[in-house]
């Protein structure tokens, strides 16, 4: 429970825990009637253990089904703000009908009074009947958008379309529906994983028990728009050298011009950027970021752009990248690193990678020795063979195939016998529909 020792004082205001609860006890009472009340009566007095596990365990089961199992992520309200066609702040009023208050955002024109589909059907709270709501249009709003969306004006010349809460998880409620009253705020998310969503109050701290206000949700407002300005007028830069040094600076926490929705804003840069086309901009830029970090800033998304990027442009941050691979695992993941060094296709990350032989990890001594085929160290091979001709075991089954085709690409002639023992005793059909021989052919 996320609750912790605030769980006592914890205060529902939402019947939507209790009815769950509820159905689950009729689903044990419904079960125990259709295994039969004699049989249930012989297992506890003449069943043995196993049987009365058996039955315990099939209740139990039936009890937890209404229950989700996945965490449900949410939706923060500056990610909502860029989102969203309109943001406002209403009075509940009844049915599907909300009375605007204030409008913080809207890209249509707007009634005194909206239409909020689907509203009636969603819980609420019994102490007031204010709220927040972030609209959308149906599909189009998502936690990650398509290329076309994120990188359209700040206002949009929409004409049609039905404005709906953004992510609407059920019929229970969404995550663009946000009731407030003079103590707190509530929305429609988890008390616990595996659970049922339900209307909770919406903490900014579990652990001192401290719980957001109307004030703070709409200072989070203040800033979201902000940011998503900020970030719509860097993507629309026609500068492809000005809006790729752009990109480069939200992808690091101490430059990035977005703060306060960093990871929502890094998503977009990483994946929402032609890096291919912009590489020899964002190359040697991503190396000067690199070298500037702070010690202790993690830098996963440069390392993973400078992946994409690749050779020619990436090259100048090999020895940055080298230098990683000896530093704080956690400012980037090593795999990342050892991608990105062997994607740079520079001759002087053999040097950073040959210790990564050796690392007690098999999975990161794997990696390394695939990179060193793919940088040709064909000098290092029995070293990169003692690695690459053991199976690293991870969780990807076809990950022995690319160590072995990855060795033979290194030196056909060397790695040919070892295949071939390999093939004798673990010729097997791997995901990819190969087998161990068929790297010989």
């Known amino acids: 429970m996320i609750f912790g020792k605030h769980a006592s004082n914890f205060k529902v205001h939402s019947v939507k825990m209790w009815t769950t609860l509820s159905a689950s006890c009729k689903r044990i009472y419904s079960t125990l009637l259709l295994i039969g009340t004699k049989d249930i009566v012989r ?6 253990l196993k ?3 058996v039955l315990f365990f099939f209740c139990l089961l039936m009890c937890v089904q209404s229950l989700r199992a996945e965490l449900h992520m949410q939706l923060r309200v500056g990610e909502m703000c860029n989102e969203a066609q309109v943001v406002l702040e209403g009075e509940y009023l009844g049915g599907d009908r909300v009375n605007v208050v204030r409008v913080y955002k809207t890209n249509v024109i707007l009634s005194d009074v909206v239409i909020v589909p689907g509203l009636q059907k969603e819980e609420k709270p019994l102490s007031t009947k204010r709220l927040f709501l972030f609209l959308g249009f149906g599909e189009e709003c998502s936690f990650q958008p398509s290329q076309e969306s994120c990188f359209n004006d700040v206002v949009k010349n929409i004409t049609s379309g039905t404005l709906t809460p953004l992510r609407q998880i059920d019929k229970g409620g969404s995550d663009g529906v946000i009731w407030f009253d003079d103590t707190c705020c509530y929305r429609y998310r988890q008390a616990m994983n595996p659970g049922p969503l339900a209307l909770f109050p919406d903490f900014k701290n579990y ?3 401290e719980k957001n206000s109307a004030a703070d949700v709409r200072t989070e407002i203040e800033t979201g728009l902000k940011e998503s300005l900020v970030w719509n007028r860097a993507s629309s830069l026609t500068s492809a050298y000005d809006r790729t040094r752009l990109m480069c600076r939200f992808l690091l926490q101490s430059t990035s011009p977005t703060p306060e929705n960093l990871r929502y804003y890094q ?14 901009f964002a190359g040697p830029y991503l190396a000067e970021l690199l070298i500037n970090a702070d010690p202790k800033e993690s830098v996963h998304e440069i390392v993973r752009v400078l992946g994409f990027i690749g050779a020619p442009h990436s090259a100048s941050a090999v020895h940055s990248l080298g230098a990683l691979l000896s530093g704080d695992p956690e400012r980037a993941h090593p795999e990342w690193v050892i991608e990105a060094i062997a994607d740079a296709q520079d001759p002087a990350g053999i040097t950073y990678l040959l210790p990564q032989l050796d690392s007690d990890k098999s999975y990161i001594a794997a990696e390394a020795g695939i990179a060193l085929c793919r940088l040709k160290a064909v000098e290092h091979f029995d070293r990169i063979c003692k690695v690459l001709s053991v199976n690293s075991k991870t969780w990807f089954d076809g990950k022995y195939l690319e160590q072995l085709e990855a060795l033979y690409q290194l030196d056909p002639v060397r790695a040919r016998p070892v295949i071939e023992e390999k093939a004798k005793r673990f010729d097997k059909e791997y995901p990819q529909g190969k087998r161990i021989s068929d790297i010989l052919l």
């Open 43 to 48: 297992f506890i007095l003449t069943g043995n």
């Open 51 to 53: 049987k009365r596990k």
């Open 207 to 209: 652990e001192t028990g």
């Open 267 to 280: 998503w977009f840069a990483v994946w929402h950027t032609d890096w291919d086309a912009t590489g020899e």
